[in-house]
């Protein structure tokens, strides 16, 4: 594949009155190399690329995701990368990131469940990033049962307040996004979604779609293997995919995830420069329906 190819290929898509390339990056593998070099020059380059989409957290941390000091070294958090790396912000980079899970010296690895806490962790961002406020943040959803309309309503108020400008929800189903519309507008769901895994989310997908809403997956990649990383092995048609593009089987998920819906936005996650660039070209992989039809 061409490598003059940027995060504009696939298209872009507005996350409420921010537009960004469908394209664009998730923050979470940056701090596995403990040679920060790397994790700045990964970033660089996305935004080199044409990514002006990050997916972040203030969670994401290594070693051991509590902060600290190990034999590793001192603690390598995303958004303090992110910040070395690209602050100044370009003025159409949107930075996207969760909250509801946290870490903390006293409590290591919580979630959020009062308005207080919630407002510590959107200010953890804000310190951590350097900013004033935060383009788009996400109610990250860790016991999936119950309302999540009060802590909805707690983030609406922080928006409300201007410390940040766009919601979105994470890890729900239909009924969350029911139960948080009528509280505060929306402008992305973000879940656990692949070409192999989680595929109840096709309707929901389209679902957001109808009501302007991005559709945000994770693990596009990873698929069932989720936080160990890349998918060991890949099934024949996939494979097959791949040798007729010249391109690789991640590369052939991602742009699967694309071909779903004009609201897809794709965050891969890699520390990889190399990965990077791969993945950046997927965006302009065109899948026919009849291939398509081979990997459902
Ligand atoms: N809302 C949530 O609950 C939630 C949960 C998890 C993640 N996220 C967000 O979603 C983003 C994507 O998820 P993810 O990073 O966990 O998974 P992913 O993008 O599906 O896959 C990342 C894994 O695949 C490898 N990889 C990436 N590009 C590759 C390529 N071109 N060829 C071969 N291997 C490749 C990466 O390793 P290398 O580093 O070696 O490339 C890493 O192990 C995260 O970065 C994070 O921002 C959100």
């Not at 207080?116 to 804000?126: G, I, Y």
């Amino acid at each position: 594949m061409p490598s003059d190819i940027t995060a504009a290929a696939a298209g872009t898509w507005k996350l409420g009155d921010l537009t960004v390339n469908r394209m664009g990056f998730g923050a979470m593998r940056i701090t596995a190399n403990p040679d920060r070099s790397v994790a700045i020059r990964v970033l660089r380059r996305a935004v080199e690329l044409g990514v002006n989409h990050l997916d972040t957290a203030a969670f994401y941390a290594t070693p051991g995701g509590t902060p600290g000091i190990s034999d590793e070294g001192p603690t390598r958090y995303a958004n303090e990368l992110i910040r070395e790396a690209l602050a100044p912000y370009p003025e159409d980079l949107v930075i996207t990131t969760k909250v509801g899970p946290g870490v903390n010296p006293e409590r290591g690895f919580y979630n959020a469940t009062t308005a207080a806490e919630l407002r510590t962790q959107v200010e953890e961002n804000l310190r951590q990033l350097g900013r004033d406020h935060l383009d788009v943040v996400n109610l990250r959803v860790m016991d999936g049962s119950g309302s999540i309309a009060e802590r909805f309503g707690w983030l609406a108020e922080l928006r409300d307040a201007g410390l940040i400008r766009h919601l979105g929800i994470s890890n729900v189903r239909p009924d969350h996004l029911d139960e948080a519309e009528p509280i505060a507008p929306l402008v992305c769901v973000q879940n656990s979604y692949s070409l192999d895994t989680h595929r109840s989310d096709d309707t929901f997908l389209r679902t957001c779609a109808d009501r302007g809403i991005a559709y945000v997956p994770f693990f596009a990649i990873a698929g069932a293997s989720g936080g160990r990383g890349a998918m060991p092995a890949s099934s024949a048609a996939v494979q097959a995919l791949a040798a007729a593009h010249n391109a690789t089987t991640q590369q052939i998920r991602l742009a699967w995830t694309l071909h779903q819906s004009p609201n897809v936005l794709a965050i891969p996650g890699t520390g990889n420069p190399a990965h990077l660039d791969e993945n950046i070209a997927a965006g302009a992989l065109t899948l026919t329906p009849e291939e398509l039809a081979t990997l459902t």
